[in-house]
């Protein structure tokens, strides 16, 4: 059976190396530094999947948008962010990862690029499970909960979790509840159950303005 093409775009040494050490057990592995690198030798269409890093990514996405033609990018990068991940995915990408991802996801990534490569079809439109909102909710979920934690549950104020997120108080404290994320739990490392923290139906204290938990907003 032949082993699938497959490209690693990264300028970075140490990341090319991991990623070519990881992919290179399942595929045949072509490196390039840039994703000039990788259109200016005509090698594009020889490949079933893309690796490369963000900026790289978006420009082969680009081009492919202009020529009309679509071979499966998974976008990298070394600080994923929920906004990102909306424009890397928006461009066509097949998932977006950190450039340091376990060999698990850089896996099920490369599976998803070789069934959307025979089928045409990304993964996110055939299970449900695979959608876009979920995966954003996730990232956001664990952007929130570190920016908390290094604030110690302060949301507001110059050095709060909104601040370190480049949001609004207001606009934290929304995601917050419909996350169902808490100061405590993100600052503490655990949910203060039965406590000021616990949200009831028809209760929000934890989020809104006059709230009585312990942690200063």
Known sequence: M?????????????????????????GQVSTFATAQELLANNSLP???????????????????????????VVSLAAEPTASEAVKAIKLGAVDY??????????????????????????????????ALEPMLDGMERELIQAALARAQGVVGGRQGAAALLGVTRTGLLYKM????????????????????DELCEGQDDNFAEGSNSSTTV
């Open 177 to 196: 509840k419909r996350l169902q994320i808490y100061r405590n739990e993100a600052a503490e490392g655990q949910l203060d159950s039965g406590g000021e």
């Open 2 to 26: 032949t082993r699938p093409r497959i490209a690693v775009v990264h300028e970075g040494r140490a990341e090319s190396g991991y990623l070519c050490e990881v992919l290179g057990s399942y």
């Open 97 to 130: 990862l950190s450039d340091h991802a376990g060999e698990a996801e850089l896996l099920a990534a490369l599976d998803s690029a070789l069934r959307q490569r025979r089928t045409g079809v990304p993964d996110r439109f055939l299970h449900p499970e695979l």
């Open 46 to 72: 020889e490949m079933d999947c893309i690796f490369a890093k963000a900026e790289e990514a978006r420009q082969i996405l680009l081009h492919q948008a202009n020529a009309r033609a679509a071979y499966p």
